[in-house]
């Protein structure tokens, strides 16, 4: 189902401002594609990058409770596992390309 509003679903390419339509063309596109093959064996490269930026997640927590310790019963792997998630790309697609949100909403 594609979104609603203003620029639901579209890609805009390179130079389109922001540095945002390089997003959208190359990633959030693909995701589906990444999807797909990662339980294929040509899917180890997407796998080996996921593990990277889970373990690129788990230094930022990290990194980020030494700034300000983390909330009452959050772990440092449930803090990863929440930047994991929500900088990834699938939300970045789900809210921009699909519910038509703006990339600065």
Excluded: C, N
């Excluded at 294929?40 to 593990?51: C, H, K, L, V």
């Excluded at 373990?55 to 449930?78: F, H, I």
Aim: glycine residues 20%.
């Amino acid at each position: 189902v594609r979104g609603r509003g203003p620029g639901a679903g579209r890609v805009r390419g390179p130079g389109s401002g922001s540095g945002h339509g390089v997003i959208e063309a190359r990633g959030g596109g693909g995701l589906g594609v990444f999807s797909a093959v990662a339980q294929d064996p040509a899917g180890a490269i997407y796998q080996r990058s996921e593990e990277l930026r889970r373990a690129d997640m788990g230094r930022l927590a990290d990194r980020l409770a030494t700034k300000t310790p983390l909330g009452k019963g959050v772990t440092r792997r449930r803090a990863a596992e929440l930047l994991f998630v929500l900088i990834g790309p699938a939300l970045y697609r789900d809210f921009v390309l699909e519910a038509g949100w703006t990339p600065r909403e």
